[in-house]
């Protein structure tokens, strides 16, 4: 059972390039979360799943675009980098009504520059 | 709007009580939570709660007043390894298990 994990865990992008980061949960979790972190600084929401064929924004989704075809991924794509995409990105999994909540995975440094 | 304020960095003794305060203001309450994270790692979970009152978990309390919007995590004997940053989120909405984060309290536990 490997939780929840997340490609690549590092990335240097030119300014304009376009990439997707990888999330795979092996839970069987309904629920998957993107969110981004900016050095000191808390965890900002991009998208969410409540399923697979359901997407919607979180409080940052600009620049950003997911899908959800199976129950276990969960990919970022970003279109067009920008230096204000650089940060660290993490994905998260919960099961609905689950007290503990969202597992998360470990993380993918991005800088883009 | 949706505000969580914690302060930004504590220092502490090892083996002393640190207490981590948090307030929210958002426009539904369904829990809040106390994550740790440490320096380039994804954040843990550590504590939940939803009625008034203390959770305890071991050297780890959790406290919730929903009237008053306000938490705090209690940290007891403190040891070097609890160095970290500690995240409070307030789920809002039930049905999406979404999480508002607080922008997190550093903590420094010195020898």
């Known amino acids: 059972n490997a939780g929840v994990t997340q490609t690549p865990k590092f990335r240097i992008l030119k300014i304009g390039q376009s990439m997707t980061l990888q999330c795979t949960q092996d839970?069987?979790?309904?629920?998957m979360y993107w969110y981004r972190q900016d050095p000191g600084m808390g965890l900002k929401l991009i998208y969410y799943?409540?399923?697979?064929?359901?997407?919607d924004k979180g409080e940052v989704p600009n620049g950003y675009n997911v899908s959800r075809s199976t129950t276990e991924d969960f990919p970022l794509r970003l279109e067009l980098a920008a230096p204000s995409q650089t940060s660290v990105y993490f994905c998260?999994?919960?099961?609905?009504?689950?007290?503990?909540?969202?597992?998360f995975g470990p993380g993918t440094r991005l800088l883009v520059l | 709007g949706q505000n969580i304020d914690q302060p930004t960095e504590m220092t502490a003794t090892e083996g002393a009580i640190v207490q981590i305060n948090c307030t929210y203001q958002?426009?539904?309450?369904?829990?809040l939570f106390w994550y740790q994270q440490h320096a380039g790692e994804a954040p843990t979970f550590l504590s939940y709660?939803?009625?008034?009152g203390l959770e305890e978990k071991g050297r780890f309390s959790s406290f919730l007043s929903r009237s008053k919007g306000y938490s705090y995590l209690l940290l007891k004997e403190l040891q070097m390894k609890d160095s970290a940053s500690y995240l409070c989120a307030v789920r809002g909405d039930y049905n999406t298990d979404k999480l508002i984060f607080g922008t997190g309290t550093r903590l420094q536990v010195f020898p």
């Open positions: 839970m069987n979790h309904n629920y």
């Open positions: 799943s409540v399923g697979a064929g359901i997407t």
């Open positions: 958002t426009s539904g309450f369904n829990g």
């Open positions: 998260a999994s919960s099961y609905s009504g689950a007290v503990e909540t969202q597992y």
């Open positions: 709660n939803v009625l008034d």
